[in-house]
Structures are given as structure tokens and as C-alpha cells.
């Protein structure tokens, strides 16, 4: 239970790094006791009120780190969701300036070929 105080850890991080991280939560633990727990010393022995602060601290931390996961997961949504709007905007507007330009485009095509049942005429084949 005292290594998983200690995570998350870096990359190339090193055993005394993490042990003095789970120092840092188990205020009242020297840092030698913590030490002997992490590498399970034989000669030590941990009281139940210590394995209980140690069981409160795990529970608490999975907690707030769920927390802080649901917290990324719903600012992901919310900046995809805006990502989304913002495309749909795009995209109609896209729409509205292709479907102005086509029936310039197609009268144009036919006034220059003569009338409206006959093809525009084939540029560049010397004809």
C-alpha cells in the first residue's frame, strides 16, 4: 500500500524518489519507517492503526484520482463538443457559398454554348 501512495511515478524514476513521495503523504512516518514497509523489513512490525491510515490514504487517493480522470473526461467532451459546432458552422457555410456559385457556374456553362439543351463547347481540341 505505501508504493501505491507513491503514484504516479516518472519515467527513470528511482526508488528513494518514490519512497520519500510516500513520505510526503504519510506525514507521520519517518522516513526510515517508510523505507523498511516499502522493502517489507522483516525485524519491523506495522500496528493496525497504521495499517488503517495507510488503507484511509490509498482509499483516498483512488478517489480524488477518479475524480481527476471523470474531471479530464468531461473537458475532453466539452472541447470536442465545441470542435463539432464548429465544423457543422464551417461546413454550412461551405454549403450556402458552393450552392450560390453552382447556378452562376451552370449559366455561364450554357450562355456560352448557345442554349440551354446544347453542351458548352470542348476547349482545346482544335475542333
Known amino acids: 500500500m505505501v508504493r501505491q501512495?507513491?503514484?504516479?511515478?516518472?519515467?527513470?524514476?528511482t526508488t528513494k524518489c518514490?519512497?520519500?513521495r510516500a513520505h510526503r503523504i504519510l506525514k507521520t512516518w519517518t522516513w526510515n519507517r517508510v523505507r523498511d514497509v516499502w522493502?517489507?523489513?522483516s525485524r519491523i512490525r506495522v500496528s493496525a492503526d497504521e495499517l488503517d491510515q495507510l488503507r484511509d490514504l490509498v482509499r483516498r487517493k483512488s478517489r480524488g484520482e477518479r475524480t481527476d480522470t471523470t474531471r479530464g473526461?468531461?473537458?475532453?467532451?466539452?472541447a470536442i463538443t465545441g470542435e463539432v459546432q464548429e465544423l457543422r458552422e464551417l461546413s454550412l457555410a461551405y454549403r450556402r457559398i458552393t450552392s450560390a456559385a453552382r447556378p452562376l457556374e451552370l449559366a455561364e456553362r450554357?450562355?456560352?454554348g448557345g442554349g440551354?439543351?446544347?453542351?458548352?463547347?470542348?476547349?482545346?481540341t482544335g475542333v
Do not use: K, Q, T, W
Open 5 to 13: 501512495l507513491a503514484l504516479p511515478a516518472p519515467a527513470g524514476d
Open 18 to 20: 518514490a519512497i520519500s
Open 39 to 41: 522493502h517489507g523489513d
Open 73 to 78: 473526461i468531461m473537458e475532453r467532451v466539452a
Open 110 to 112: 450554357y450562355n456560352n
Open 116 to 124: 440551354l439543351g446544347s453542351p458548352a463547347p470542348l476547349s482545346g
